[in-house]
């Protein structure tokens, strides 16, 4: 199959270290002056799809498309019911597209199966902002900030007892820093959004940490 | 110095084996029969430095008496009234509650100025971490103390709020919560959201997690997290979990919970 994957620097280069590894895709950076040829490519990867227009939108193209739907679902990123069948979602954000599995969403089972049978290590998950793990982590980490706020904690305390008393993998900042604190904020926006600031409040740290740690194009 | 441990059950026995492996003078006391005798071994492993006894001892003089009676308000309520009576003025007391409210556990005790909060790690010989929770009433030389004992015996304590979860079960409420949030509505399996938190380095997913942890367990902090944060939305007990329990299907000590395993 032939592959492009589209998106900025810093995206192509993380996606480059994990899934991206194995796919051995033609990349693009986006946007860039020089259009490539659509309609050599039977898979396009759109690394950014949920945070700007996608080109594939624009352009003629017979490929099938891979969109990153982690803060906005795929549902509300088509333009036609017609693209049901020629695309899934996956969680393509940083860490989350270094891990050996691929979290996908489709809105066909004409789409999963395509895709399925070309990348067999991706799992079908809802078509629900943040996906699953993206949601669940986002919550724990915004979780953490909230707390650190209520009572007055460093940042650095709560990482010493995340690592040390639920043995996580990452810290609470390492966390925030491999993903991007702006990720994390515009995914707990999005499901503020959806669900109301009374389940999903945020943590004012947060939106500091996301300003404060701009993760431009990440 | 020497400690005194009310409760024979996980923690407790824990709890034990980390200050006798420290060569710390440890009683363990326990008045149910069958927690003692499972506690017997470590008696034989410890000569000298661990005891159990069934009845308390009549002069409280230790260094530090912590209890690690099961995680029930009114059963600790009961404990520390009960050791009152015997308490030297200068010893600490410290409850090894995950999420109960220390100052809630100390209203009315004559010596809640050395009552305090040490949240220990299951298993407490090899998790490092120690939550050390003061409260209003706690000396400043209490929390010294405490921190300074705990170092001694290889622990990195912090000091936590006396919030409802303090802090590791207050941040780690998000991934039980949210997961079940998503299974319950049918979207997708627990065995793939177990996937996918593994994928991402995660030691258990959430739903063997909590298999592990004892769902009903689980479920309780929750609840008490809930209802001690006044009933925010996103902590919000599931139902799913609700009927596991009310099911029996409590995790893998019964073989049965959101996975099945051979007994």
């Given at each position: 199959m032939k592959t492009l994957v589209i998106g900025s620097e810093s995206r192509l280069h993380a996606f480059m270290e994990g899934v991206g590894a194995r796919w051995q895709p033609d990349l693009w950076l986006?946007?860039?002056s020089i259009a490539p040829?659509?309609?050599?490519?039977d898979i396009i990867v759109d690394l950014e799809a949920d945070e700007r227009p996608s080109p594939a939108f624009s352009v003629l193209s017979k490929a099938f498309w891979v969109f990153s739907a982690v803060k906005k679902p795929l549902r509300l990123l088509l333009?036609?019911?017609?693209w049901k069948g020629r695309c899934v979602g996956a969680n393509l954000l940083p860490l989350f597209c270094q891990r050996e599995v691929l979290e996908v969403s489709a809105l066909s089972e004409e789409a999963w199966q395509y895709f399925h049978s070309w990348e067999p290590k991706s799992l079908r998950v809802p078509d629900v902002v943040g996906l699953v793990s993206a949601r669940i982590l986002a919550l724990i980490l915004n979780e953490a900030l909230l707390l650190m706020g209520e009572a007055a904690l460093s940042l650095e305390t709560i990482d010493t007892a995340v690592k040390l008393g639920l043995n996580y993998p990452r810290t609470i900042s390492e966390w925030g820093a491999g993903v991007g604190w702006r990720h994390i904020l515009e995914i707990l926006e999005a499901l503020q959004e959806d669900y109301g600031a009374a389940t999903y409040p945020i943590a004012p740290y947060l939106r500091t940490l996301a300003l404060s740690h701009p993760t431009f194009g990440i | 110095m020497k400690v005194l441990i009310l409760g024979a059950g996980t923690m407790g026995r824990g709890i034990a084996e980390l200050f006798a492996a420290h060569a710390i003078p440890v009683e363990l006391y326990d008045p149910n029969e069958a927690a003692r005798l499972r506690v017997q071994e470590l008696s034989e492993k410890y000569p000298n430095i661990l005891q159990i006894h069934s009845t308390l001892p009549r002069t409280i003089d230790h260094t530090v008496v912590i209890e690690a009676v099961p995680e029930d308000f009114d059963l600790k309520r009961q404990v520390f009234g009960g050791i009152e009576a015997y308490l030297s003025p200068e010893v600490i007391v410290a409850t090894n509650t995950s999420a109960l409210s220390v100052h809630g556990l100390s209203q009315?005790?004559?010596y809640k100025g050395r009552f305090i909060g040490w949240h220990f790690f299951n298993p407490p010989t090899r998790l490092p971490l120690v939550e050390v929770i003061p409260t209003q009433h706690t000396a400043s030389q209490v929390v010294e103390q405490s921190l300074a004992i705990l170092r001694s015996v290889g622990k990195v304590p912090v000091i936590a709020p006396?919030?409802?979860?303090?802090i590791v079960n207050r941040v780690a409420r998000p991934y039980y919560v949210e997961a079940l949030r998503l299974v319950e509505r049918g979207d997708v399996s627990p065995e793939v959201v177990d996937q996918l938190m593994e994928g991402l380095?995660?030691?258990?997913?959430p739903f063997r997690l909590m298999d592990l942890i004892g769902i009903d367990v689980n479920h309780a902090v929750t609840q008490r997290v809930w209802e001690g944060l006044f009933y925010p939305g996103r902590f919000r007990p599931s139902w799913l979990q609700a009927q596991k329990v009310a099911a029996g299907h409590l995790g893998r000590k019964v073989g049965q919970g959101f996975y099945s395993y051979e007994k």
């Open positions: 986006y946007p860039s040829g659509w309609n050599y490519y333009p036609h019911p017609s | 009315g005790l004559s006396d919030l409802p979860g303090f380095g995660f030691r258990m997913g």
